[in-house]
């Protein structure tokens, strides 16, 4: 069997029973990195010495039989806006170019106590704020499956590397669906756990009410898993909710009995491309054969839902970002003729286009005579679309949509139209708007051979529930086993 492609859980069994070390995994998926990443620049950095040590202090102990942790020798690649200890963290973005930070997020702590392997950084959108990773101040991250296309984002350069072979594991960042979309555009198995579930501690902050921290993988075990070491109460983060963890892995495998999974009927509207439409409804054809009802509902604010992303996402922003000034870190211009132009000259300099639009916006919309017009009634609508959730949940366990409206875009499609970008997002902003738990699975394929991802939605805290569903539809389609031929 070969080592690139294989599933976390068909690794974790070779190296449990020797026939392959983790120094050999981790080279292995090093090689991979080497000769493909030219193509998919999918990393920012590879963490090759640090790496090969992790591993070799793994295979040590394990042959010394030593209790090793839960993802002991596994490779992970790690989204570039998570700090990571002495490890460059640049959130894409030329303000931060140089930011080696002192101390590692929450989620690093818990994956080196795991023994996993941090094999790299990724690319992303700066600071998360995209839907196609090109908004990095470095590079563009390509599609595996069709180079001349995005991998969506802003978590991109994390899905092209699960998908593309080059991490069997990968962390990224979800705020409006920048973990689903991207793993429905790679075909990979992206989840965004509920808001409060995974510590925030040492992200970097784009919209602090709506960000979420979450797994890729190339199968929902391995997502699983993923889920279940990064999970847990961290009182450094205000938001972490102290409720305990189930081992999602253990129960990942058992089908559920009686599944209701639910379609809202606003979902099926202009703009929806055909063949997402007819791999939808051949999915829950899927569930249906499975033994599940299918379930009308209706989530009747759902038309509100982009406005109110891009009004409160942005207002977040606004604030998270001012930080970036050019006097305690980050970068600073080299010419400035005072203290104000010299705040102005740096941010000029250290953020780019679709940053600074984001800033604008939410400073607009947090400015007096407009806070109450705007921000204030955003939050207003943000409360109905969580109720309308609430109230579908109380008919169905999971609720299906298409990951993405459309298949994956062409680079430099959306360049000069950003609003075309945000309507990108119209089936994954309401998980984050109303703080539930998704997942996106691979589908299938258009006719030209472009992924389509399956987007599945929980009641908050109900993980377990949503992996299980996830893992059934998984086991029943042949989609899973089908990885992408650089």
């Known amino acids: 069997m070969s080592i690139i492609g294989a599933t976390t859980g068909e690794l974790l069994s070779r190296l449990e029973r020797g026939e392959l070390t983790s120094v050999e995994l981790t080279t292995a998926y090093l090689d991979r990195i080497a000769q493909q990443d030219d193509r998919v620049s999918a990393?920012?950095?590879?963490?090759?010495?640090?790496?090969?040590?992790?591993?070799?202090?793994?295979?040590?102990?394990?042959?010394?039989?030593?209790?090793?942790?839960?993802?002991?020798?596994?490779?992970?690649?790690?989204?570039?806006?998570?700090?990571?200890k002495g490890l460059k963290t640049t959130?894409?973005?030329?303000?931060?170019?140089?930011?080696?930070?002192?101390?590692?997020?929450?989620?690093?702590?818990?994956?080196?106590?795991?023994?996993?392997?941090?094999?790299?950084?990724?690319?992303?959108?700066?600071?998360?704020?995209?839907?196609?990773?090109?908004?990095?101040?470095?590079?563009?991250?390509?599609?595996?499956?069709?180079?001349?296309?995005?991998?969506?984002?802003?978590?991109g350069g994390s899905a092209a590397a699960v998908a593309a072979g080059m991490s069997p594991l990968a962390l990224g960042t979800d705020t409006g669906g920048s973990i689903r979309q991207p793993a429905g555009f790679c075909s990979v198995v992206g989840m965004k756990p509920t808001y409060g579930r995974v510590s925030r501690f040492g992200m970097v902050a784009y919209g602090s009410s709506l960000d979420q921290i979450g797994p890729f993988a190339n199968d929902v075990n391995g997502a699983a898993l993923l889920a279940q070491v990064i999970a847990g109460h961290d009182g450094r983060d205000s938001t972490s909710v102290n409720a305990p963890v189930p081992a999602y892995s253990q129960t990942v495998n058992q089908p559920l009995a009686g599944l209701r999974v639910g379609i809202a009927k606003e979902h099926f509207v202009e703009g929806l491309n055909p063949e997402v439409e007819q791999t939808l409804r051949t999915a829950l054809q899927v569930y249906k054969s499975l033994g599940a009802e299918i379930k009308e509902v209706s989530l009747p604010h759902t038309s509100y839902g982009v406005a109110v992303y891009y009004l409160i996402a942005p207002s977040e922003a606004s604030s998270n970002l001012a930080r970036y000034d050019g006097v305690h870190y980050g970068h600073r211009a080299e010419q400035f003729s005072n203290m104000i132009d010299m705040y102005a000259t740096s941010r000029g300099e250290g953020f780019g286009s679709e940053v600074k639009r984001r800033i604008m916006l939410g400073t607009y919309a947090l400015s007096a005579g407009y806070y109450d017009a705007y921000y204030l009634k955003a939050l207003k609508v943000r409360r109905l679309i969580r109720q309308d959730y609430d109230k579908a949940f109380?008919?169905?366990?999971?609720?299906?949509?298409?990951?993405?409206?459309?298949?994956p875009?062409?680079?430099?499609?959306?360049?000069?139209?950003?609003?075309?970008?945000?309507?990108?997002?119209?089936?994954?902003?309401?998980?984050?708007?109303?703080?539930?738990?998704?997942?996106?699975?691979?589908?299938?394929?258009?006719?030209?051979?472009?992924?389509?991802g399956l987007q599945l939605l929980a009641a908050p805290f109900e993980e377990e529930k949503l992996l299980r569903a996830a893992r059934m539809y998984e086991l029943a389609t042949k989609w899973q086993g089908q990885r992408a031929a650089l």
């Open 43 to 84: 990393f920012l950095t590879v963490n090759t010495a640090e790496a090969l040590q992790q591993a070799a202090d793994v295979d040590r102990r394990r042959q010394a039989k030593q209790p090793v942790g839960l993802l002991a020798g596994i490779p992970v690649a790690i989204k570039d806006v998570l700090c990571t």
């Open 91 to 155: 959130c894409a973005s030329r303000m931060l170019a140089n930011f080696i930070p002192p101390y590692d997020a929450h989620v690093i702590t818990q994956l080196r106590n795991a023994d996993a392997v941090l094999i790299g950084k990724t690319n992303m959108d700066e600071f998360a704020m995209g839907s196609t990773t090109e908004t990095s101040a470095f590079k563009i991250t390509r599609n595996p499956w069709d180079l001349d296309r995005t991998p969506g984002g802003s978590s």
């Open 394 to 407: 109380e008919q169905i366990d999971v609720l299906a949509s298409p990951a993405s409206p459309n298949p």
């Open 409 to 452: 875009s062409k680079v430099g499609e959306y360049s000069a139209n950003p609003l075309a970008m945000y309507l990108e997002d119209i089936y994954t902003i309401g998980a984050n708007l109303a703080g539930l738990p998704g997942i996106s699975v691979p589908a299938g394929f258009t006719e030209a051979g472009l992924p389509v």
